[in-house]
Nanobody
Framework: QVQLVESGGGLVQAGGSLRLACTVS????????MGWYRQAPGKQRELVATITRMASTNYADSVKGRFTISRDNAKNTVYLQMNSLKPEDTAVYYCNGRDWGDYWGQGTQVTVSS
């Protein structure tokens, strides 16, 4: 059974940083395309960043230059480094992994105070 577990969320002031981690169990993450999505209250879930098996990355325009997605296949973990956080980054952040299936974590709350 494939499981994705996020960690690293919390409360931070505007301009601060957080690093989220997503650890995969039940399958090697090296065979998966991974991504981070977020959902703010009253809004639809949206893409934040993705990273392919070959470590090619893609970012939402709203986070380009501030967020960095990376992967450590030896640790079966994907990271999202978030810098220069803004109140509008407040959301539940979800990890996603895809191979021949589509898998989601339970989410971790990120709150940015102004």
């Amino acid at each position: 059974q494939v499981q994705l577990v996020e960690s690293g969320g919390g409360l931070v002031q505007a301009g601060g940083s957080l690093r989220l981690a997503c650890t995969v169990s039940g399958r090697s993450a090296s065979f998966m395309s991974m991504g981070w999505y977020r959902q703010a209250p009253g809004k639809q879930r949206e893409l934040v960043a993705t990273i392919t098996r070959m470590a090619s990355t893609n970012y939402a325009d709203s986070v380009k230059g501030r967020f960095t997605i990376s992967r450590d296949n030896a640790k079966n973990t994907v990271y999202l480094q978030m810098n220069s956080l803004k109140p509008e980054d407040t959301a539940v952040y979800y990890c996603n992994g895809r191979d021949w299936g589509d898998y989601w974590g339970q989410g971790t709350q990120v709150t940015v105070s102004s």
